[in-house]
């Protein structure tokens, strides 16, 4: 059973470039939490999506930020227009759909913006 | 807001020796506590947990105390090992409501054990 994927491992932007970064989560899970971590600091919740619904996005920055999770593939959280600030870790992490406790996290995508 | 906090960055520990972590909450709507392990490069990797309705609670080397009265949390690593070097994060969530995987995290901790 694989664990939680992402892609791509390390992505490198230009300031006003867009970012794509893809969550697939475990099998038999259907719910997925972003998150991101700036330089020494700890994990910040961002969305959390179902299936083709997006349940909670306070943490999500009210510009140039959203995230999707389709009926079929994986999760995407899609960021325009990057400037130098967004330059973090981003994890997302699933559930499994009986509402599990415990949250199995992906790699990680390290984004770093020139 | 910091609502969750580690006020120690680093700790540094002999192989053998015993590791205290600690974790300090202030949301009294809390209700569900965990912790995390990261190795740089990595994501985090689930280690323990507890539910408020419990104070202690034990897997293998790893013990996890709960002081609801103090919103105060601690894990304790017994015996530590030079493998249990890494960042540990504190993280807490309301399990009812629909945002029930929700965590809010400490900063870490940075774990040393020294051979």
């Known amino acids: 059973n694989a664990g939680v994927m992402q892609n791509p491992r390390h992505l490198v932007r230009r300031r006003g470039q867009e970012a794509r970064l893809r969550c697939s989560p475990m099998k038999g899970h259907s719910h997925v939490y972003w998150y991101r971590q700036l330089p020494e600091e700890g994990l910040k919740f961002m969305v959390y999506?179902?299936?083709?619904?997006?349940?909670?996005e306070s943490g999500m920055p009210k510009e140039r930020f959203s995230a999707e999770f389709p009926k079929e593939g994986p999760s995407i959280l899609r960021i325009q227009q990057v400037v130098r600030g967004d330059s973090a870790a981003y994890f997302c992490a699933s559930y499994e759909d009986q509402g599990g406790t415990e949250a199995f996290f992906g790699q990680g995508t390290r984004l770093t913006v020139v | 807001d910091q609502q969750v906090k580690q006020n120690s960055p680093s700790l540094s520990v002999q192989e053998g020796r015993i590791s205290i972590l600690n974790c300090d909450y202030t949301?009294?709507?809390?209700?569900?506590f965990l912790w995390y392990k990261k190795y740089p490069a990595e994501g985090p990797t689930f280690l323990i947990s507890?539910?408020?309705?419990?104070d202690k609670n034990e897997d293998g080397r790893f013990t996890v105390f709960l002081n609801k009265s103090a919103k105060h949390l601690s894990l304790h690593i017994v015996p530590s090992q030079p493998g249990d070097s890494a960042v540990y994060f504190c993280?807490?969530?309301?399990?009812?409501?629909?945002?029930?995987?929700?965590?809010?995290f400490g900063q870490g901790t940075i774990l040393t054990v020294h051979p």
């Open positions: 949301n009294s709507m809390f209700d569900y």
């Open positions: 999506l179902q299936k083709e619904n997006i349940i909670d």
């Open positions: 507890i539910s408020s309705i419990k």
């Open positions: 993280a807490a969530s309301v399990a009812g409501g629909t945002s029930y995987g929700k965590l809010t």
